[in-house]
């Protein structure tokens, strides 16, 4: 089951989440085999998408790093939106989120 955690963002500043990524039985996941993904949009049923970039930092301890440029969170609306983190492995065919919540963009002045 995926972790709930709301986040915020001010408008036009860069946004990094470390997160250790953990099996049901609280060890860490062997990220190894995997890439992740991690997304929000306005609400649930949005057709417009927005990517954090994603990078697996140490596969070894379930190490991931989550970013949102500045570039991107000046080109958001500021206000409220729904966001996922999902981690994907081809060989094994597994999909799973590991996170979700809120995210707040701020307005910038």
Request: proline letters at 2%.
């Amino acid at each position: 089951m995926a972790t709930k955690l709301n986040i915020s963002v001010d408008q036009g500043s860069d946004y990094t989440l470390t997160l250790a990524v953990k099996d049901d039985d609280g060890s860490s996941t062997d990220l190894t085999t995997y890439s992740a993904n991690a997304k929000f949009k306005k609400s649930y049923g949005s057709a417009q998408t927005h990517l954090f970039t994603t990078q697996v930092t140490d596969a070894s301890t379930g190490q991931l790093k989550i970013t949102l440029p500045a570039e991107t969170s000046s080109n958001v609306e500021y206000g409220r939106y729904v966001y996922d983190i999902t981690i994907d492995s081809i060989s094994l065919d597994v999909t799973k989120r590991i996170q979700e919540g809120i995210l707040i963009i701020r307005p910038k002045v």
